[in-house]
């Protein structure tokens, strides 16, 4: 399976997965409006893909904020996508970048995590696996990131279509009720709406009140997830 399921018929400045792009439509629009030329498509790997003229190797970019990076520690995903990105390094001859986004001082504030854990596996990425690690700030400052990196690529009529090769480890049914959870309330809250309700079935059939038990779930939150599982779905007028 390659990285790209479809290859851009125009020239294109970079390529986000759909996902990711339906997640962060401001992402998107930021861009666009920066001028940068924007493929949307089914990435196997990676969030973002860069690409550069011939001479120079495209960039593959692993986007996370520091939560998801948490997450991906506890459940050692992060080496699996590691892999991965190694793959891609060494089979589509591209450079991978993991963007942590967010800031570290808030680990040690807001979870129970001791920032030397989360060091010690940002050194083996960075040592061990010569994995760039860049850290943004916040959302904003990984924008202005992605599009300074697609101007020093220069102009996208000059740039070669992506190889495609790389296969990625299917997505299991655990990854993808996390994902469905992670849709409507955020990465740090859907675990936690996991581990209290267990099943999605039981988060949709939960009342406003059964769903304020989970800690960091208020009533305007809890009201929203019981208006999306309890609300008919009416197609939009064309």
């Keep these: 399976m390659p990285i790209i399921s479809e290859v851009p018929l125009t020239p294109v400045d970079i390529v986000i997965d759909s996902r990711e792009a339906a997640k962060n439509k401001d992402i998107v629009e930021v861009l666009k409006r920066k001028g940068v030329k924007v493929a949307i498509s089914a990435l196997t790997v990676g969030d973002y893909y860069l690409l550069a003229p011939e001479g120079r190797k495209p960039i593959l970019v692993e986007r996370k904020t520091v939560m998801d990076f948490l997450n991906s520690i506890r459940d050692k995903r992060v080496w699996e996508q590691a892999k991965i990105l190694k793959e891609a390094e060494e089979v589509e001859e591209v450079i991978p970048v993991i963007i942590l986004e967010g800031s570290l001082s808030a680990i040690e504030r807001f979870t129970k995590w001791r920032i030397t854990a989360v060091l010690r596996i940002l050194d083996e990425l960075v040592l061990s696996w010569n994995i760039r690690v860049i850290p943004t700030p916040n959302k904003k400052s990984t924008i202005e990131w992605l599009v300074a990196k697609i101007k020093a690529l220069g102009s996208p009529e000059r740039k070669r279509p992506p190889k495609l090769r790389v296969k990625k480890k299917p997505i299991s049914i655990n990854e993808q009720i996390l994902y469905v959870a992670e849709g409507l309330v955020g990465p740090v809250l859907a675990r936690k709406l996991l581990l209290y309700f267990k099943t999605l079935r039981n988060i ?19 009201k929203e ?13 064309k």
């Design 204 to 222: 949709a059939n939960a009342s406003v009140g059964e769903l304020m038990r989970v800690e960091g779930i208020g009533e305007k939150r809890a």
């Design 225 to 237: 997830i019981y208006a999306i599982f309890n609300t008919t779905w009416k197609p939009q007028d």
